[in-house]
């Protein structure tokens, strides 16, 4: 009998102490309802509006404008249609494509805008869609394809902006959120992590140092925003991996701090005019610290040195290994390149580095079209960069003197000026252009408006370039 007793006391205790249990539970259940269930909401309804939807319109080219059934017309009816006042007909192409890309305000009472380069490439109109149903024509204030970024201008009311994080609090397995109009269906957030950082290699030609993401980033997201959980901006989403076009969780944008730099330059001056060193580099591999007998972990190798170039003015020589650039730690080649290319022309910097296993501090002045920081398996020819015009030194098939002009990108100053590929550059405010070294020489003495004189298809041309 006792022993039923106690069986049935046990019972009533186990089962008072789950009651309570349970009645805990459902406190602490309707105590996290009544606080809120974990959200970003609140966040976002303060961020969103500081991005935008972007539309653009550009021209086709007239070798894709007059097609019939995915064929080309023949040349009688192209000629036809190109001078009819309406040229469209059943099964033809428009003379223009619209695309759809992203934007956020950076800065509202300017109506500063950063997209992506390659979302406005080539535009002839530009339309921004603000997140309260607004539309305004924009502005392009100026684009850099090295880093893929554009500014735009919009004059609205009441903007919004959203603010720079610093870029050197952000670490792998950060939370973010990336904000966008993938695929032209409007505002849409995803959200990841932070995946990785100081990505590069999509396109060796240009300044890369991308934060990796596995937020879902689409077609259309580009020029969005990539947030941090306290709303700040730390990257323009700008590229993904993807074999068929879609969200694949590798997704890359710009830094702030790179798009903080490229927009002071592009407000400044409508394109980037890049600093340079003039020297050629390598990454300071172990095997190669070790040959050089240096005491470091990373850097970036000197293995040649341009005449007449910042560098050599400075004092740098073959062998020395760079470790710092005023004050910032240089990783590798691309670190460096990457300061030195969104430096001021004419910037003092201070140089420190390893020299037969010493170190020193040298004092240097960034140059101009003369010299490049640029990796050493580039393998490009000698070139510099002129008002968004890119120049190349005379082939041995080429005959007479001067600098030969390799690619210009739209809407720069050259191009407006009338500067296009293949043109020679012979004459500098009609003083002779014997090579780089010397083109370089009359820019730097030109204050404001360069007269070029060039040769094109056997005729001279004179072209102001401001």
Not at 155 to 172: H, N
């Amino acid at each position: 009998m006792r022993s039923q007793l106690s069986v049935k006391l046990v019972q009533f205790l186990s089962l008072t102490l789950l009651f309570t249990f349970a009645v805990q539970a459902q406190a602490i259940s309707t105590g996290a309802l009544m606080q809120g269930i974990p959200s970003l909401a609140s966040m976002l309804k303060e961020v969103t509006p500081a991005v935008v939807s972007i539309r653009v319109t550009k021209s086709m080219p007239a070798a894709e404008r007059f097609t019939f059934n995915g064929e080309q017309m023949p040349e009688a009816a192209r000629r036809y249609f190109e001078n009819s006042p309406d040229s469209t007909i059943e099964g033809s192409r428009q003379p223009y494509v619209t695309g759809a890309g992203s934007g956020v305000i950076v800065n509202a009472g300017e109506g500063l805008i950063i997209t992506n380069h390659h979302v406005v490439d080539g535009a002839s109109s530009i339309s921004v869609q603000l997140s309260d149903g607004r539309t305004a024509e924009a502005k392009l204030l100026g684009t850099d394809e090295s880093t893929d970024v554009a500014l735009l201008q919009i004059q609205a009311e009441d903007l919004l902006g959203i603010e720079f994080a610093d870029i050197r609090t952000v670490e792998v397995g950060d939370y973010v959120v990336a904000i966008g109009n993938p695929f032209g269906i409007g505002q849409t957030v995803t959200s990841g992590i932070v995946s990785a950082l100081g990505r590069a290699g999509l396109n060796n030609d240009n300044y890369e140092d991308f934060i990796q993401t596995d937020a879902a980033i689409n077609l259309g997201n580009s020029g969005g925003a990539l947030i941090d959980m306290e709303g700040r901006l730390i990257g323009i989403n700008t590229a993904i991996i993807s074999g068929n076009g879609g969200s694949n969780g590798i997704g890359f944008a710009v830094p702030a701090n790179m798009v903080s730099t490229v927009m002071e330059h592009l407000k400044r001056d409508g394109e980037v005019r890049r600093g340079l060193l003039g020297v050629a580099i390598s990454d300071a591999t172990p095997d190669i610290v070790a040959a050089l007998n240096a005491n470091v972990e990373s850097g970036a190798v000197v293995t040649s040195v341009q005449r007449d170039s910042a560098a050599e003015r400075a004092g740098i020589q073959i062998s020395d290994i760079i470790v710092e650039l005023d004050g910032e730690r240089v990783e590798g080649s691309r670190e460096l390149r990457n300061m030195v290319g969104l430096m001021l022309q004419d910037q003092e910097v201070d140089l420190v580095l390893y020299r037969d296993g010493e170190r020193e501090t040298l004092r240097a002045t960034i140059g101009g079209v003369a010299g490049q920081a640029s990796r050493v398996d580039q393998r490009l020819p000698i070139s510099a960069e002129f008002r968004g015009a890119r120049l190349e030194i005379l082939g041995s098939d080429d005959t007479g003197h001067g600098v030969k002009v390799a690619t210009v990108e739209q809407r720069s100053s050259s191009w407006d000026a009338g500067l296009r590929p293949g043109d020679l550059i012979i004459e500098v405010n009609r003083q002779a252009v014997t090579d780089l070294t010397a083109f370089n020489a009359l820019i730097k003495a030109v204050d404001s408006i360069a007269a070029l004189t060039v040769l094109r298809e056997g005729r001279q041309l004179l072209l102001f370039v401001g």
